[in-house]
């Protein structure tokens, strides 16, 4: 059998690799960064001008043959498979792919949990090379600044170092896989209306400090192969055409040696400036730049290539490109072990990734006004319960999804029927088929276990007037291309195409009937609750995937403990968020909050939030003491402590480190600094140590553009969240 011609590469350089001939090829690690750099070299050389020209291009919507988002051919003469992409924010979104639907990565940043992260980003990373895919659109992390932006649900909530550190776990999650991952939209794309032509307006201060500081992390610890930027402007200039973003940011400052992307269309208006300024990949690109994909013209085609034969972008920028996406695949491992289409996921192995992140993510906001076990009515006793009542939510038959290319196919196996189906793609909720109420129903065996869809409030509520307890599922759909007009639950004024009744009308009446009333939430964002007065209990599950039913049965149930904490404030009302309306008509969108910017606007404002960020309740109980501080020789601060779990059950506390900084520094009242999470048994001690690294304390010197650690007094603060009452206080001089 005659060698490809990649083997005959390896040859050439010297290169340590079990790639064999053909179908021989064996699987081998990534390679190390400078053999990735040789090779990458190597191939880049042996190219002609039209062969880089189509590796920095998609050819167009619908192109893929594995029916991802986007494809570029590959080069065979050279040893260079095809780039099939796919959206994978919570599932690989393919038309039959049979692929996991996972819980939200909202849901993932409400755990907390940097290991469940990698485990999120690992299970996606499998599924996308078991069905040939090389890279995978996930990893959203722009803050949710706007809560009513309708892709919040594909973010990590509104803190930057909550959402860095987490979404940098899913990454490597991912790569480890060999499938090149994603860290979108890059930047200041922080609501859907207008998307295309809105212009952020952000001092560098707050752009730095909170918009970019979570791809900063993300970059530097998770190492994405693939940046994508944004449609909108950003200080007047498209993101994708901004040489500030692209390269004296992320490239030359931050060191991010992969590739960068743009998003879908809309993104690129000025090829020589996108090219300058350091877009690497233009999406989904065309065969015909003239043509464009779907009447929009591309750019990175004849277009590109005319402006290199011009002089205008030179070929050393082109060469640029190429090189970052050869080196990105030999360093994740794809030249070497290119995926194979039409493998078979496992569903086992994915559910049971799903149902941990699931069940790790639900957050207990209220149960019976009580912070302690006594007198709350969660978890639900089987052996005591003689009628269950099930309301709403279509939960006799799933869960819901978020919508656009952040969710799962609407349209497949769909359990629940849109009512506007022709408006399908943005406003219809995808449902896992995971039903509540079957496995409410499972768990209470001697129990009569009904189900009342909630459209006609009267008969619900007089069904559950004699009941143990009721459990209505409320839901809130979001998705791209719109945004919510507000964070009440929805009705069918709001959401025409999935809400047939009043859903906040439906509680009210229920809950004057029944005073054991749960609300299980079904959300992509903050929720406004005029209602929790006269409710028992309210959990938090957020879209909670393919297993989401079983981890709320188990969460209600006492299974499972909930450790879950809140990655963004819930207000009271809209009145209370810094911008009062997302504007249809004024494209130009003021960030004039400045750092104010989530539970840092609610300290500020000295507003009361309905749910502080951070916050969340268990099963049993914590206390902190023993507060001390200490330095290290670099310049660390080691925050000690000791944890004790002073209840009757086992369960996880997310300890939080926060910091007030000296009053010159100009800063808002606190910042998150570090997180650990850590699980007790009842009774049980430890002493726990965080550490906090400098670059957490420092502020954005716009005069020297630089990074500075402002002079004076840091009071440092420990608690369940950042509203707790019994904070522990300790001060630290810098």
């Not at 939209?185 to 730095?208: G, P």
């Not at 950003?234 to 500030?244: L, T």
């Not at 290290?632 to 910091?659: I, P």
């Amino acid at each position: 059998m005659q060698c490809n011609f990649l083997s005959f590469l390896l040859a050439i350089f010297a290169v340590a690799s079990a790639a064999g001939c053909g179908n021989q090829r064996a699987e081998v690690v990534p390679v190390a960064e400078h053999d990735a750099q040789t090779r990458a070299l190597g191939l880049l050389k042996m190219m002609t001008l039209d062969e880089k020209i189509q590796l920095v291009h998609g050819v167009g919507n619908g192109a893929s043959p594995l029916e991802g988002a986007a494809f570029i051919p590959g080069i065979k003469r050279l040893g260079i498979p095809d780039i099939n992409i796919a959206d994978s924010s919570t599932s690989v979104r393919v038309a039959n792919a049979n692929a996991t639907i996972m819980p939200s990565t909202l849901a993932l940043a409400a755990s907390w949990d940097p290991e469940l992260a990698h485990e999120y980003g690992a299970a996606i990373g499998r599924e996308l090379r078991t069905l040939g895919f090389v890279e995978g659109l996930g990893g959203g992390i722009n803050l949710s600044r706007e809560p009513r932006g309708g892709r919040t649900f594909e973010y990590m909530g509104e803190d930057p170092v909550l959402a860095g550190h987490m979404v940098a776990q899913r990454t490597l999650g991912t790569q480890e896989q060999k499938v090149i991952a994603t860290l979108k939209h890059y930047a200041l794309n922080n609501q859907e209306t207008n998307r295309f032509v809105s212009n952020s307006i952000v001092d560098e201060r707050t752009m730095r400090q909170l918009y970019l500081l979570g791809f900063e992390i993300a970059v530097k610890e998770g190492r994405p192969g693939n940046v994508m930027c944004a449609y909108n402007l950003v200080n007047g200039v498209k993101a994708c055409e901004s040489a500030y973003l692209l390269q004296t940011v992320l490239k030359d400052e931050w060191g991010f040696d992969g590739f960068v992307q743009s998003d879908w269309s809309y993104a690129v208006r000025n090829t020589v400036r996108a090219a300058n300024a350091g877009l690497d990949e233009e999406q989904p690109g065309s065969l015909n730049d003239s043509v464009g994909a779907g009447g929009e013209p591309t750019h990175f085609n004849q277009r590109l290539k005319a402006a290199v034969e011009s002089g205008t972008v030179s070929m050393s920028r082109l060469d640029d490109m190429v090189l970052r996406k050869l080196r990105t695949m030999f360093r994740v491992g794809i030249m070497d072990a290119p995926p194979k289409p039409g493998g078979r996921i496992d569903k086992d192995a994915g559910h049971a990734v799903a149902k941990k992140v699931a069940a790790g993510s639900i957050v207990l906001l209220k149960n019976n006004n009580q912070e302690t076990a006594a007198r709350a009515i969660l978890p639900l006793d089987a052996a005591l319960l003689k009628k269950i009542v099930v309301i709403g939510g279509h939960a006799d038959v799933g869960v819901m999804a978020g919508g656009g290319s952040g969710g799962p196919m609407a349209a497949v196996n769909n359990p629940v029927k849109c009512l506007l189906p022709e408006k399908m793609y943005t406003e219809c909720a995808p449902f896992s088929a995971s039903s509540p109420f079957a496995e409410i129903r499972a768990k209470a065996k001697s129990a009569q276990v009904q189900y009342f869809d909630g459209k006609d409030s009267v008969v619900a509520a007089n069904a559950a007037a004699n009941a143990d307890v009721v459990i209505i599922f409320a839901t809130q759909f979001s998705g791209e291309a719109r945004d919510l007009a507000s964070l009440g639950l929805s009705d069918p004024s709001s959401d025409p195409a999935n809400q047939a009744f009043d859903q906040r009308a439906l509680i009210e009446a229920v809950a004057k009937k029944n005073a054991n009333t749960v609300i299980v939430l079904e959300h992509g964002t903050a929720v406004t609750m005029p209602w929790l007065p006269s409710v028992a209990a309210v959990l938090a599950s957020w879209y909670p995937g393919d297993q989401g039913g079983a981890a709320i049965a188990d969460i209600l149930f006492g299974d499972i403990n909930p450790s879950a904490k809140l990655p963004m404030t819930f207000p009271r009302s809209e009145a209370d968020l810094p911008q009062k309306y997302i504007s249809a008509t004024d494209l130009n969108v003021s960030y004039s909050e400045r750092l104010m910017v989530g539970y840092r606007w609610y300290d500020a404002q000295k507003i009361d939030p309905l749910f502080a960020f951070g916050y969340g309740l268990s099963y049993t109980t914590f206390s902190y003491a023993d507060l001390h501080l200490s330095r290290t020789s670099t310049g660390n601060v080691k925050v000690n402590f000791t944890l004790t779990n002073t209840g009757a059950r086992a369960g996880s506390e997310v300890m939080q480190v926060y910091a007030a900084l000296p009053a010159n520094a100009g800063e808002p009242p606190q910042r998150l600094l570090a997180w650990k999470k850590v699980q007790l048994a009842p009774g049980q001690k430890k002493n726990i140590e965080i550490d906090v690294a400098p670059e957490r304390l420092k502020v954005w010197n716009t005069a020297e553009k630089q990074w500075t650690l402002p002079k004076g007094a840091y009071e440092f603060r420990l608690g369940n969240s950042s509203r707790d009452a019994n904070v522990l206080r300790a001060a630290q001089a810098f």
